[in-house]
């Protein structure tokens, strides 16, 4: 974790992180460190959940270091959020950014003033869900808004009758707050609405109340520590009675759905000693069990099988012992009540079906388990069985050498796994259409190695090498029109630069280098190969085009990118629509726009790409008429149409 870290200092400096494992929060990572030691993020992402790079001395951002998602942007102060700042989340966003859930004011690491928090993005937002005023993360003076932004309840100084909304829109709470938290209301199911506890709370958390489950039944009634019920109270969720020689005949239910899962014997208050049986409800589709369909009965141990019958949908699947719930010394059965499979002490082949009846997995048990060789299964829609994975096992787990199947029978991995996970060998995905997604080495758990990316179409897109997830050296390509190359280009991520090709209709229009993305040493084309421009360490005249071959821009580069004068052209008919003055990219400086008959429609100066100064639309009429500053720039003029940005 530390062999390329060459600063002794640093080195001391994390040991004594890992040694305070409570303390450790966050890895300061800066470009003064980054001078000091030659390390790098990946040599030490493992140690911290989060880490930090600096912008300024007291601004930065904050990543998740496994995923590098954004966390936070904002102001520090000694190492905490200090100041204003935004906060994002990456639960329920895409695979390929973080949301939005708060921006404001912090103190000391916690959210302290005003702010604005909002609802989960993955449900359509953003929408408002508190905009007011925080103290010590909690809300103290504001609006808290119902999903569809409706509706709000009010508190002040920590008080009033609020209403708490799920991120899908479904009431969460409702009742009463006190020092910015709950002091006494009723908690709702997220899904199905109903109510789920009514009580009080002791610092926001269960203190008092009862619980009910989805058909209105009390499951339980008594007090809480911490949110958690109490011990002595939790025979509630239970029917029993005592017998003459002290067992305890116990019906125990679902605590959510007040469904029975067992009923039997308990012995010296353990659970499940003795016989006893065990209920499965089938709640998918249109068929939902009522009663409860049987799927063991026999004896327990200290809450684990001893010996007794394994059932599928009625039928016998095992008969035998047990050791530590694994089936140990017995018979396996087919749906005709044909023996399949032995297992003597906890040795031999045998079959696993899920409570559907479909075959799960086919293989070698050792010690109760799966070890050896063995076969999984999977059940699509499309396929009523396929193999998903085939190979080796060990204590239960993916261990060795295997291969591994999507629901269309492509092979999507072959190699080696460690503890149910893949890590060394080669990684495939496919489209929906069956094209070859990507192909990658793996190495440890993630993408390292050569690759090859390929496009919906089975264009290639790119090949070369990974690093830890990330692509690191090798050639990239667009195309347009399904199988027109736009460009190629090579990457060294190290140095971020390379060779660069660009094509237009499939004919080469730029040649050479690229640095950071940018053009940067190489020559550009025309139609028929001729040299019309060269670019020198990012500098030169140069020629931009649209994928549909038409001229985009044409002027001059510095550093690689648009920075003095030039012309910007439309996408379709190709007129003039922009002359002027560049900088970094984007109009900076005077410049003229253009309609599409010719006609001048701005005349002025632009900053980072917008307009700055306003005049006349028909400046071009009166000469060189400034009206920035005309009395008269509000009012209605529709002769010569004046208006204002």
């Known amino acids: 974790m530390v062999e390329n870290i060459k600063s002794e200092y640093f080195i001391k400096k994390l ?11 966050l890895i300061k990572y800066n470009k003064k460190l980054q001078n000091e030691i030659d390390i790098n993020i990946i040599n030490y992402r493992l140690i911290s959940r989060k880490y930090i790079i600096y912008e300024t001395k007291n601004k930065g951002k904050e990543y998740d270091s496994i995923d590098h998602y954004l966390l936070y942007d904002g102001e520090y102060l000694n190492g905490e959020r200090s100041g204003k700042g935004k906060e994002y989340s990456i639960y329920g966003a895409s695979i390929f950014e973080s949301y939005l859930i708060f921006e404001g004011e912090y103190l000391k690491g916690k959210k302290n003033g005003k702010g604005k928090e909002y609802y989960n993005y993955s449900y359509g937002g953003p929408k408002l869900k508190f905009e007011g005023e925080y103290i010590n993360n909690k809300i103290w003076n504001g609006k808290l808004y119902d999903y569809k932004n409706e509706n709000y309840t009010e508190i002040k100084d920590g008080k009033g009758f609020i209403k708490e909304y799920y991120d899908g829109g479904n009431l969460r709470f409702e009742g009463e707050y006190l020092n910015g938290e709950r002091r006494k209301g009723k908690e709702y199911d997220s899904s199905l609405s109903y109510l789920i506890y009514d009580g009080e709370y002791l610092n926001g958390k269960r203190s008092k109340g009862k619980e009910y489950n989805k058909f209105n039944t009390l ?54 000693n003795g016989k006893g049986k065990e209920y499965y409800y089938d709640n998918t589709g249109n068929r939902i069990d009522t009663k409860g369909i049987l799927i063991f009965e026999g004896e327990y141990l200290y809450g684990f099988r001893k010996k ?15 050791l530590f719930h694994k089936k140990y010394n017995g018979k396996g059965y087919d749906w005709e009540g044909n023996v399949i499979y032995e297992l003597k002490n906890g040795n031999g082949k045998v079959r696993e079906y899920d409570y559907k009846g479909h075959l799960n997995f086919e293989g070698e048990y050792l010690n109760g388990i799966r070890n050896g060789k063995g076969k999984e299964y999977g059940h699509s829609k499309r396929i009523y069985q396929n193999i998903i994975f085939e190979g080796e096992y060990l204590n239960g787990k993916r261990n060795g050498k295997g ?83 736009k460009y190629e280009r090579e990457y060294i991520i190290v140095e971020k630069k390379g060779m660069f090709k660009e094509y237009e209709n499939g004919k080469l229009i730029f040649e050479g280098e690229h640095l950071n993305g940018k053009k940067w040493n190489g020559k550009g084309y025309d139609s028929e190969g001729n040299v019309i421009y060269e670019l020198k360490e990012g500098k030169g005249s140069v020629k931009e085009y649209y994928e549909n071959g038409n001229l985009k821009y044409e002027g001059e580069y510095l550093n690689g990118e648009r920075n003095g004068k030039g012309k910007e052209y439309d996408i379709n008919s190709n007129f003039l629509k922009y002359e002027g003055e560049y900088l970094n990219g984007e109009r900076n400086g005077k410049g003229k726009e253009y309609d ?17 100064k306003k005049f006349c639309l028909f400046g071009n009429l009166f000469g060189n008429n400034d009206f920035d500053e005309a009395k008269n720039l509000n009012q209605e003029q529709p002769l010569f149409g004046f208006f204002k940005k």
């Open 403 to 485: 291969k591994e199947y999507d629901n269309d029978g492509n092979l999507i991995f072959e190699g080696e796994y460690v503890n149910g996970k893949q890590m060394k060998g080669i990684l495939k995905e496919y489209y929906d259409n069956g094209n070859l997604k990507y192909e990658k080495e793996y190495l440890n758990g993630e993408s390292n190695g050569k690759t090859k990316e390929y496009d919906i179409y089975g264009n290639l897109i790119f090949i070369g090498e990974f690093k830890v997830n990330k692509r690191w050296n090798g050639i990239k390509k667009k195309y347009v029109n399904i199988h027109k190359l």
């Open 308 to 322: 007794g019958r394994e059932y599928l949908h009625g039928r016998l699947e095992y008969e035998g012992d047990y």
């Open 219 to 272: 499951i339980y009634d008594g007090e809480y520590l911490n949110g958690k019920k109490l011990e002595k109270n939790s025979n509630k969720l239970n029917d029993e009675e005592r017998t003459e020689t002290g067992e305890i005949i116990r019906k125990q239910y679902n605590y959510y759905t007040g469904e029975l899962i067992f009923e039997g014997t308990f012995i010296n208050g353990e659970k499940w």
């Open 596 to 612: 599409i008959n010719g006609n001048l429609i701005y005349e002025g100066e632009f900053l980072n790409g917008e307009r700055k």
């Open 15 to 25: 040991l004594a992180l890992i040694n305070e494992k409570t303390k450790l929060k």
